[in-house]
């Protein structure tokens, strides 16, 4: 019993990171309309800089979570400006080319400034956790899931309490509706995709406290992304937090079923994508498309 | 001086002219009433001066300064307010909510709070007649309502002229009346109005002055009841059989 407890809480554990992860790049996909394939590189620039302040200058990894954040706001905002609103109309497809191509561009750039060599993070207190009779809390994990639970708050006060917020939900419900009553159409695009780039550097600092980071470690966030926000659905913060934690626990359950191991992981996110669309397509709290 | 000034505004979609010259003047205070066959170029018009289209030529001026080419959101700043012939709420808010919002990022000057945006959203609803469905989500309202909605969202931003894009449309004589009369009541108010309208009778009823476009240019201008006589208006609409048939 104590082993299934375990892992339930490993699952919701692992459910955190996946929430971080998925904040941004669900917003911008609701908002923008666009599947950023470039948001898992965008969280390893985040990983990158959280290690270069820990071996550098000694800061606790959770500590420089604001720095990466500010830094990605930085870039998105760039990002969005400079290049993605000249397809903002274009197709699908232009859109999933273009962030495919700055995936590339932005981890061949990391691979000349930090090498392929494998980076990690190890405060004092990695290996330790909490003690709760024969159930272990690892406090890294613990640290990643109350970052991104209050990412998840800081996004849905953004959204719902702020002029700012209410500009972005009109722009993604009707952009020409929205301009027409005086928003500022390309500041806000440009805007949302900084706040979508900001918490994937967030998610990259508490990603390189429990893993081992690489130019490319990003790439499989993207999918796990995509899958948490066809799990928990589009167009809300709770759904992605409902999707993110479901998604963690089905992993960590799923990998301990008699018979599967941990190389299954892939293979268990494609099966929850294909029996969500199939059984619930606008996800766990999605809005009625 | 006019508050509006369109001058010879041209617009291409590929090889076909929606607007090929249009020049007109709107002055402070006035109803100007567009009107057309579909296909005229009515609705690009509108969407020119309201930034979503650029023109390819001519220009736009409000009051002393051209506005060719802002973008849409600082022409509704300037005080240009416009509603769509289909109408576009925001789906997940209330009927207040949505009329805020033009409150909240129209106004030319100082940044409204929430609250005051409101307020604001009250005060109009009253006026278009919406002030009993204040609380109401937007997709529970009616066709009429929903026109009545647009407008709203469009008053709240204290426009000095509004553009109205067929908010008659698809009502039946009643509801038609109801509109005519919030009509009156928003010129009343010291707004500007240019209207499209396919329904004669809101030409005809409140407009000081009809323009009638066909293929993208100025067909006949002048007072309503004398531009409906026309020949050439008669001729567009219905053919040239039926205007020399109807002169004998």
């Known amino acids: ?289 | 001086m006019s508050l509006l000034a369109i001058r010879d505004v041209s617009k291409r979609f590929g090889g076909v002219n929606a607007l090929a010259g249009v020049t007109f003047e709107v002055e402070q205070g006035d109803i100007l009433g567009i009107i057309g066959p579909n296909g005229a170029g009515k609705t690009t018009l509108l969407n020119c001066i309201s930034g979503l289209y650029r023109p390819d030529a001519g220009d736009i001026r409000w009051e002393t300064t051209s506005i060719r080419g802002l973008a849409p959101y600082r022409i509704a700043r300037l005080g240009i307010g416009r509603t769509f012939q289909i109408v576009r709420p925001f789906p997940s808010m209330t009927v207040r909510e949505n009329t805020a919002m033009g409150a909240l990022f129209g106004r030319p000057g100082a940044r409204l709070q929430p609250g005051a945006a409101l307020n604001e959203a009250d005060m109009v609803l009253d006026v278009v007649g919406l002030g009993e469905k204040r609380h109401y989500p937007v997709l529970r309202l009616t066709v009429p309502d929903r026109k009545r909605l647009e407008v709203a969202r469009a008053l709240a931003m204290r426009p000095r002229l509004l553009l109205l894009d067929e908010v008659m449309a698809g009502l039946n004589q009643v509801e038609i009346e109801q509109a005519l009369e919030m009509v009156r009541r928003v010129r009343d108010s010291g707004v500007t109005i240019v209207l499209i309208e396919h329904v004669m009778k809101v030409i005809v009823g409140v407009c000081r002055r009809a323009l009638v476009l066909n293929f993208g240019r100025t067909l006949v201008e002048g007072p309503p009841a004398e531009v409906l006589k026309d020949r050439r208006v008669i001729e567009a609409y219905l053919g040239q059989r039926y205007a020399r048939d109807q002169e004998k």
Request: aromatic share 10%.
């Open chain 1, 1 to 289: 019993m104590s082993q299934f407890t375990q892992q339930v809480i490993l699952g919701l554990l692992l459910g955190g990171v996946y929430v971080a992860v998925a904040l941004g790049f669900s917003l911008v996909w609701g908002i923008l309309n666009i599947v950023n394939l470039a948001h898992g590189a965008l969280v390893i620039i985040g990983a990158y800089i959280t290690w270069v302040l820990f071996t550098r200058l000694h800061i606790d990894p959770f500590l420089s979570l604001p720095v990466d954040a500010l830094a990605l706001f930085v870039i998105g905002y760039a990002l969005q400006r400079g290049v993605i609103n000249r397809v903002i109309r274009a197709p699908l497809l232009f859109t999933f080319l273009l962030t495919f191509g700055i995936n590339l561009v932005i981890v061949s750039l990391l691979l000349l400034i930090f090498t392929g060599d494998f980076r990690s993070v190890t405060p004092a207190y990695s290996g330790s956790g909490l003690h709760l009779g024969s159930i272990v809390i690892p406090y890294i994990r613990l640290g990643g899931l109350a970052a991104a639970l209050l990412l998840a708050g800081i996004l849905w006060v953004v959204l719902n309490r702020t002029r700012s917020g209410t500009a972005i939900l009109a722009v993604g419900a009707d952009r020409d509706a929205a301009q027409l009553v005086g928003v500022d159409l390309r500041h806000m695009y440009a805007l949302t995709f900084a706040i979508g780039a900001a918490f994937a550097g967030v998610a990259g600092g508490i990603i390189s406290t429990f893993q081992s980071i690489t130019p490319t470690a990003g790439d499989p966030y993207t999918l796990q992304a995509f899958v948490v926000v066809i799990l928990g659905g589009l167009g809300r913060v709770s759904a992605t937090v409902a999707g993110g934690l479901a998604f963690g626990l089905i992993e960590v359950l799923g990998q301990s079923a008699p018979g599967l191991s941990s190389s299954y992981a892939n293979a268990i996110a494609f099966v929850v994508l294909v029996v969500v669309l199939v059984v619930r397509p606008r996800g766990l709290l999605g809005r009625l498309a």
